[in-house]
């Protein structure tokens, strides 16, 4: 039988047991008392708060600022990995246009009615230079997470941007018919950016005040819609260029944004929480103390500091990375995330972004080119909104009504598409006008995803995983979107060849059933630590039923008996953590929430 380890004041983070135990702050005292019951655990609380304290002033400390400009800057120079994403996704669809790129690796044709250049891409040649970059995403993001566990966050970001490079060298070179080179060296890149999608989320996660972290873990998606708008200019202005400059210079570009990162990240310091894990304490308590703007001896870093000390104290032993996912709800929480990923995927956005030239030009716009550029600078519009309304809603809020405006508008784009603009005769009034009505449509759609699924699956991804989990985690949850970019961008080609607008439907009701998926999986998340975080997911609480998670007066003291007793004991082997609800009186408050660890 196992012996049980004693844990001071609270247990760890990756055995799931709160290092915070709700209404006890982190030494173990009662917590300031609550007298109207309305501070529960679904995050609805002010998240500065959340982080600071009321009291503060009152002991002598000063409130942290809501954000420095060291944090701004480590945002800025992280958040590169999401423009060198969003600037490759974004370029693509307009080199598929392009007359040069088009008789160089194209396929020859006669139908000069419909291709004037004499060239086109076949669905097979087109889905394959299109998505084979998803094929290196989804390697480089399962091989980035245990490498970020072994080599640290900064040095496997600055491995990532070295692949990138060298796949964008491979598509600069390729000569007149080789398409397959192409898409190679976008297979290559995509080991760089498959990686980044995974580091970059998680190495914001760890580094974020918590009182920050939502909107700057949102700030990846941000900088990928700005990527894709910088793109699709580029392509504007390019487009008419007559030698092969006209998609070089674009590519040539790609180098910018890698080469600052990687070598940044020289200069930016390690993740916190991966510090703390190889004993370096010192260093992760300074970062932190520059990331509030606060002394090292204010009480948030000595609270944050307690967590991650109490959630690597007894996941000191080095294990297999596979073995990582194998905790308590670990195995849900990956399923769950790659859920998300899934269903980003499936809001349909990708249609947009991957054929949005393409698609618009056969709603019989002029200049599709002109037509990109409005929907990406849609994109960045609504993500800026987007990391607004992260401080002032819930991610589940946000999810859930999204979700539900994503589905009407594909409902509205498929159904126009298919029943009106698709019978109307070409240059019609009646195909114009259907026409505007589906753009309007696309466009207020990429704005509501581009503001809640855009962002907020990454932020969501990032923070359910306990420390020495999250790395395997995310590379789980970001293969999975990977996968399912790489079938959507195969696959719609010939999809949309068959069905026609009808497909708008397929991504209307992956809309609808991503609604359910986070309104009765998803915990909320909003101002609390990481560590919080996890234990929310532990708890077996039901994620509808937050408001349910409150603590009576007698309980409290309970729990704080049990913790400084030393009663409270963890497993060296597994623990759990046991929340049982029961005798809810008049004011909706619980009065019994048991929390147990369980010998195996």
Known sequence: MTTPIPIPNAVDDSHATTNAVPGLDPTGAPAPADPDGTADATGTADATETAAGPDLEKDGFAQPPKITCYTIVITLVVS????????????????LEMAVFRRRFGEP????????????FTKVRSGLIVGLLSIGT????????????????????????????FGVVTQIAVSS??????????????????????VVPMYLAEISPVHTRGALISSYQLFIATGMFAATCINFGTNELTNTASYRIPMGLDFIAPMILGIGMIYLPESPRYD?????????????SRCYGVDKTHPIIEKECDEMKKAVYTSTISLP???????????????????????????????????????????????????????????????????????????????????????????????VG????????KESAQAKTSGIIMISFASFFIFVYAASWGPLVW???AEMFPTNSRAVGMSFATAANWSWNFMLSFFTPFITQSIKFSYGYVFAGSNLLAFFVVYFFLHESSGKSLEEVNDLYVSGGKPYQGHLFNFSAPRKDSLVHKVNSGSTTLSSSTSELEVEKADEDASGEVSHIERRSSNR
């Open 80 to 95: 590169l990995g999401g423009f060198i994403f969003g600037y490759d996704t974004g370029q693509i669809s307009g080199f």
């Open 109 to 120: 044709t006669t139908d000069l009615a419909r291709h004037p250049s004499g060239f086109y």
């Open 138 to 165: 989804l390697i480089g993001c399962m091989a980035m997470g245990p490498l970020a566990d072994k080599l640290g966050r900064r040095h496997c970001i600055s491995l990532c941007c070295l692949l990138f490079c």
């Open 177 to 198: 018919g080789e398409w397959v080179g192409i898409a190679m060296g976008r297979c290559v890149a995509g080991l760089g950016i498959g990686g980044l999608s995974t």
């Open 276 to 288: 703390w894990r190889r004993t370096n304490s010192r260093d992760a308590k300074a970062t932190m």
């Open 321 to 415: 990375w596979y073995k990582s996912f194998m905790g308590p709800k670990i195995p849900s929480r990956i399923g769950l995330a790659m859920a998300m990923q899934m269903f980003q995927q499936l809001t349909g956005a990708n249609y947009f972004f991957y054929y949005g030239t393409t698609i618009f030009f056969g709603v019989g716009l002029s200049n599709s080119f002109i037509t990109s550029m409005i929907i990406s600078c849609l994109n960045v519009v609504g993500n800026i909104f987007g990391v607004m309304m992260i401080s002032r809603f819930t991610r589940r809020q946000c999810l859930c009504i999204a979700a539900l405006v994503l589905c009407a508008c594909m409902l509205i784009y498929a159904s």
């Open 418 to 425: 298919q029943f009106v603009f698709e019978p109307a005769a």
């Open 459 to 461: 932020t969501c991804n």
